[in-house]
């Protein structure tokens, strides 16, 4: 067994509290010996709302979080919210330790799965640069793709309210637009919950956030 003084510390940055649990049964399946410690700030996710987009104030707000991680001895941090990914790959860029997104792991399986990609979705303002990284992603590896999105912001509400049964009914609901995809990726951390709900309606591969994140952060880290 690895010992607690071996194993990698790893700092999870969140702007929901609805992201934490998913990202954490996640860590108990994969990578259970992984030293976690959590970061949250919700008011993320309002701030962003109204600025409309990623200010340099939002910039320096994700930039701070992980000179945070870095400073209490994190050997990588890993973001739980889709909707900062230009400020995350910013700081990552120069930062000493690995610092992913939420979501490019995910991508990469998406892109082995097939040319037409659907994405279910629940917070709107991520949806644009999700589309828009998920296509650069693609061109990097000279794959011509097309991507489709669905939100239903309504299943977030009821995340937030505590209400699962209702988030992932309506997710299971709004998933048939997406029927004729090779591949529906779940955008949001937090809708890994509808993972098996969305799976059951659906003849292609749902793929979630939550497991290929932490997957690659274990391979980055050894």
Known sequence: MIGLD???????VHAVPVAMAPVEA????LWPQ????????????ADLERAGQLTPELHERIARLVDHAVGIGAQGVLFTCSAFGDAIAAKAACS?????KPDQAMFDL?????RRIGMLATFAPAVPNMERDFRAAAKRRGIDVDIESVCVPEAMDAARAGDTARHNRLLVEAA???AHCDAVMLAQFST????????????????????AAVALLK???G
């Open 96 to 100: 000493p330790i690995p610092v992913l």
């Open 26 to 29: 996640a860590f108990k399946r």
């Open 219 to 221: 391979k980055q880290l």
């Open 34 to 45: 992984a030293r976690r410690s959590n970061l949250l700030d919700d008011g993320l996710p």
């Open 176 to 178: 048939s637009q997406l």
């Open 192 to 211: 890994s919950v509808a993972l098996d709900a969305v799976q059951s309606v659906l003849a292609c591969p749902v793929l979630s956030s939550p497991d």
């Open 110 to 114: 998406a892109l082995e799965a097939g």
């Open 6 to 12: 071996a194993a990698p510390r790893v700092v999870l």
